[in-house]
């Protein structure tokens, strides 16, 4: 029994072996106070603790969205998140979740009054998005142009674009959109939705070449939280 069980904690994956990897996307993932914070991040610190890994939020590594992506597809035991679960990127990575419902819409400024009843309305604007973001990958799969697109890393660039009318709209999950228009000291009413892209889940995704033992960890880990009702608690701080 002695061996069996010593064989065990020898065999225990360690997820020290995984790379965590997300961006500024409030209120999922974000720095505050010098501090990570946000949803998914209370999820992933719950899940460690579940599985006994010692998981700290500095060992999460914060990089610009496209930075984060293609680390995510290249290198195995790579973790990205949080990552809209869509059509097109279904079979490039594993899936952990799912966090939370999500929806990426063109944002406008109230005040202009714009509508949006199909994709052919498009045609006339510009629309602004952060570079490999589901909001590029989106108008792409719909067939809007590139060379009509302001393509940036920089949030607070395209909100500026946005609010001097270099850029018609913001293509944009809603809710992460009104906390970055909150943070730079800005009235979020002033946002509206005018047109919804797509509807998905936000998960962890995982390089497919990831250890499936680390893989099956983590998934049972973050499955258990959800399932014990502490994910609902997590997800209450941040309404």
């Given at each position: 029994?002695?061996?069996?069980?010593?064989?065990?904690?020898?065999?225990?994956?360690?997820?020290?072996?995984?790379?965590?990897?997300?961006?500024?996307?409030?209120?999922?993932?974000?720095?505050?106070?010098?501090?990570?914070?946000?949803?998914?991040?209370?999820?992933?610190?719950?899940?460690?603790?579940?599985?006994?890994?010692?998981?700290?939020?500095?060992?999460?590594?914060?990089?610009?969205?496209?930075?984060?992506?293609?680390?995510?597809?290249?290198?195995?035991?790579?973790?990205?998140?949080?990552?809209?679960?869509?059509?097109?990127?279904?079979?490039?990575?594993?899936?952990?979740?799912?966090?939370v419902k999500s929806a990426t819409e063109l944002l406008a400024l109230r005040k202009r009054n714009l509508s949006i009843k199909n994709i052919d309305d498009l045609k006339n604007y510009?629309?602004?998005?952060?570079?490999?973001?589901?909001?590029?990958?989106?108008?792409?799969?719909?067939?809007?142009?590139?060379?009509?697109?302001?393509?940036?890393?920089?949030?607070?660039?395209?909100?500026?674009?946005?609010?001097?009318?270099?850029?018609?709209?913001?293509?944009?999950?809603?809710?992460?959109?009104?906390?970055?228009?909150?943070?730079?000291?800005?009235?979020?009413?002033?946002?509206?939705?005018?047109?919804?892209?797509?509807?998905?889940?936000?998960?962890?995704?995982?390089?497919?070449?990831?250890?499936?033992?680390?893989?099956?960890?983590?998934?049972?880990?973050?499955?258990?939280?959800?399932?014990?009702?502490?994910l609902d608690k997590i997800l209450s701080r941040y309404q």
């Amino acid at each position: 029994m002695v061996c069996t069980a010593y064989a065990a904690q020898v065999e225990k994956p360690d997820w020290s072996k995984l790379t965590f990897v997300t961006e500024e996307y409030p209120p999922y993932n974000y720095i505050h106070n010098s501090k990570l914070k946000g949803m998914a991040v209370d999820l992933l610190l719950v899940a460690a603790r579940e599985a006994g890994q010692p998981l700290a939020r500095e060992d999460i590594k914060v990089y610009s969205w496209a930075r984060a992506y293609k680390m995510t597809l290249n290198i195995p035991n790579v973790v990205l998140f949080s990552t809209a679960r869509s059509k097109p990127r279904e079979k490039l990575f594993h899936w952990v979740g799912p966090i939370v419902k999500s929806a990426t819409e063109l944002l406008a400024l109230r005040k202009r009054n714009l509508s949006i009843k199909n994709i052919d309305d498009l045609k006339n604007y510009r629309i602004g998005v952060v570079r490999a973001d589901i909001g590029e990958q989106d108008l792409l799969n719909l067939g809007f142009p590139k060379e009509k697109m302001s393509i940036t890393h920089n949030h607070k660039l395209l909100i500026r674009q946005l609010r001097n009318q270099k850029i018609d709209f913001w293509a944009y999950e809603l809710y992460s959109a009104k906390h970055i228009y909150k943070q730079q000291g800005l009235p979020a009413g002033e946002l509206v939705p005018v047109y919804e892209l797509s509807a998905d889940q936000l998960y962890y995704a995982l390089n497919l070449n990831t250890d499936p033992k680390l893989l099956e960890s983590f998934s049972q880990a973050v499955g258990k939280v959800r399932e014990s009702g502490e994910l609902d608690k997590i997800l209450s701080r941040y309404q």
